[in-house]
Nanobody
């Protein structure tokens, strides 16, 4: 069992930056691929980025490529999402998730955090 807790969300102006963190409980963090997803107001949950167990493979949605960077520190059992050049359309609740595959498919992630709100003002 893995418990995930996101932090770092908040209100930021367009063009600004935020860094989200996702702290995992237990000693098995390094055995899971991790991902970030988001759900904007009135929208379905969508894939943001994913990273393999050792961090060697990453993938991100076209909408955030070049602006968002996913990373992990297995020694600290923590997942990160560095978000730069934020846009109002990035406003959403951001969730971290853990699973056995490095994938953009939400259904393949077994563990989910409670989410952290990111609001980007224009």
């Amino acid at each position: 069992q893995v418990q995930l807790v996101e932090s770092g969300g908040g209100l930021v102006q367009a063009g600004g930056s935020l860094k989200l963190s996702c702290a995992a409980s237990g000693r098995t963090f390094s055995t899971y691929s991790m991902g970030w997803f988001r759900q904007g107001p009135g929208k379905e949950r969508e894939f943001v980025a994913t990273i393999s167990r050792n961090g060697g493979i990453t993938n991100s949605a076209d909408s955030v490529k070049g602006r968002f960077t996913i990373s992990r520190d297995n020694a600290k059992s923590t997942l990160y999402l560095q978000m730069n050049s934020l846009k109002p359309e990035d406003t959403a609740v951001y969730y971290c998730a853990g699973g056995l595959s490095t994938t953009s498919s939400a259904s393949l992630y077994r563990y989910w955090g409670q989410g952290t709100q990111v609001t980007v003002s224009s």
